[in-house]
């Protein structure tokens, strides 16, 4: 039995040293690795994001400013959202459409 535990103990030493060596080896091969990845990494150069607006958008978010900063009327504005609530307000159709057609005439140039 003893040269059995003997045996035991030299293998059990052998594996550890094999053991050793190899948990070595990865931690070598991963360092490598990442200081691999860190140079090419380094190396090559920040991209950075970019966006351009087309001149649609631009003159779309000129709008969008400019209609935030206009003067509101807000008793006129309250003073109809009661009517439309209440049914007061009345729609003249013949004088809608008339404005209508001179807005178009005014944005096309139409007369």
Do not use: H, W
Request: hydrophobic share 30%.
């Amino acid at each position: 039995m003893s040269i059995n535990n003997i045996n035991n103990i030299n293998n059990n030493g052998q594996k550890q040293v094999i053991d050793n060596q190899k948990v070595n080896q990865q931690q070598t091969q991963n360092q490598q690795a990442n200081e691999a990845a860190a140079k090419s990494t380094s190396s090559q150069p920040v991209r950075q994001d970019s966006v351009s607006l087309t001149q649609s958008a631009q003159q779309l978010a000129q709008v969008q400013k400019k209609s935030a900063e206009a003067p509101v009327n807000q008793e006129k504005v309250d003073r109809l959202k009661k009517a439309i609530q209440s049914g007061e307000y009345s729609v003249n159709p013949d004088s809608l459409a008339k404005n209508i057609a001179l807005q178009e005439s005014e944005i096309f140039g139409r007369n």
